[in-house]
Structures are given as structure tokens and as C-alpha cells.
């Protein structure tokens, strides 16, 4: 995986199972927010492993200098989040990559053996997670905002 360089990086995600405990938290004692909250997200057509889903999720966001933090609280259905909540409840999940190209990006990652766990279309931006946990513990996410 050091045969490439990826932008810098852009966000850091976690996953919570309360998204208002979370950012109050940041918020008083880390000086972080306002968080953004969006109630819910549907990921209609999303793929896990490969198998097309149906599945909700709650998120909030806010920004510490040039860092985006993102808090994710699933809502409906099985994806990545509810996952890492069985195994590992709340924690840092991912780091996120902008890419200007995801197409390029994913056979970046295929030759190296990196197949996407969970991605999704959503029309004005496209993500794909790939399960890079056994170099650090996390998720990488590769970010792809359409024009």
C-alpha cells in the first residue's frame, strides 16, 4: 500500500449510537461545532459485499481546522456502522479521502488486492469504503463530489 499517495486526508468518521450525546460532548469539551445534523440519510442501493441493501443512517458534521469530523448513527438496516457498533461500539471508524476520480481510485485499490466493503451513488457524491483495518485499525473512505 506505500506504492501510491493519497491526497491528504479529509475526514475523520465515527460511529456512535447517540449522535446528540456525541456532539454535545465534542462540542463542550473538545470546542468542536457546531455539529450539522441531518436526521436521515436514506442509502437506498447501496452495496455490502457485494449484495445491494436498503439501510438508514443519521449523521452530523463539523469542522476542527482543516479536518472534517463526522458522526454516524444508524438508523434501519445492516451496513458497516451497525457492524462496527456489535464489535467495537462507538470509535473512530474511518478516514476519508477526496478523490477526483473514483473510477481510477477503486483499480488503484483492485490491483492491490482492495475490493470495496460498502459504496454507494448518492447522485451528488459517491463513497466507497475499503477495509484497510489491518494497517491501523480503520476503514479508509475514498469521497467523489460530482460537479
Do not use: C
Not at 470546542?31 to 445534523?37: A, K, L, Q, T
Not at 454516524?72 to 461500539?89: A, C, D, H, K, S
Amino acid at each position: 500500500m506505500t506504492d501510491f499517495k493519497l491526497p491528504p486526508v479529509y475526514q475523520l468518521g465515527y460511529v456512535v449510537k447517540d449522535i446528540e450525546k456525541a456532539g454535545d460532548f465534542y462540542t463542550s469539551v473538545y470546542d468542536i461545532g457546531p455539529f450539522e445534523i441531518i436526521d436521515e440519510v436514506d442509502m437506498d442501493g447501496a452495496i455490502l459485499r457485494g449484495k445491494l441493501i436498503s439501510t438508514k443512517i443519521k449523521v452530523a458534521f463539523a469542522k476542527s481546522d482543516k479536518i472534517e469530523l463526522e458522526f454516524i448513527q444508524p438508523l434501519e438496516g445492516e451496513n458497516v456502522y451497525t457492524e462496527f457498533l456489535e464489535t467495537r461500539g462507538d470509535g473512530i471508524h474511518h478516514l476519508a479521502f477526496n478523490v477526483d476520480d473514483m473510477i481510477t481510485w477503486k483499480k488503484e485499490f483492485a490491483a492491490r488486492g482492495f475490493e470495496p466493503v460498502f459504496h454507494h451513488d448518492m447522485v451528488v457524491m459517491e463513497f466507497a469504503y475499503f477495509d484497510t483495518s489491518m494497517f491501523g485499525g480503520l476503514m479508509l473512505e475514498l469521497l467523489y463530489w460530482k460537479s
